[in-house]
């Protein structure tokens, strides 16, 4: 009789940990993936192969999380000494698998990033 009432309760509660636990993840690895590509549009040598290797360090770091749809916002400013790259990310998470929790399917999450130019990327080269 007492199993009867505390299995569903138990597996509710074991759902949420699920749930909870690949929430943390998937921003985890969002806010790696936007750290990541923050880092190396900082250390490229120009502004047009920075948002190239952004982008590529990126997708390679959100491929490794349960992660859909997932944006890279880049702004680099004037890329020049003592300047900062700042980076903003957008993703989305299914949970459909948990719809019997008081979760939405699907979670929108963001992440934001900023790294700051490495000084020998920006210096004018010699004439």
């Known amino acids: 009789m ?7 309760i138990v597996a509710l509660l074991a759902m949420g940990a699920a749930a909870a636990a690949q929430v943390a993840d998937a921003r985890a690895g969002l806010d790696a993936a936007t750290q990541a590509a923050a880092a190396a549009a900082a250390r490229a040598p120009d ?6 290797e952004a982008q590529a360090q990126f997708d390679e770091v959100v491929a490794a999380y349960p992660l ?29 698998w948990a ?29």
């Open 2 to 8: 007492e199993l009867a009432l505390c299995a569903p």
């Open 68 to 96: 859909n749809g997932c944006t890279l916002r880049l702004d680099l400013g004037t890329f020049g000494r003592n300047g900062a790259v700042h980076a903003a990310s957008s993703g989305s998470l299914d949970l459909a």
């Open 99 to 127: 719809s019997l929790l008081p979760f939405p399917t699907q979670l929108d999450l963001e992440a934001r990033a900023a790294a700051h130019l490495e000084p020998y990327r920006t210096r004018a080269s010699a004439p």
């Open 47 to 52: 502004p047009s192969s920075a948002r190239v």
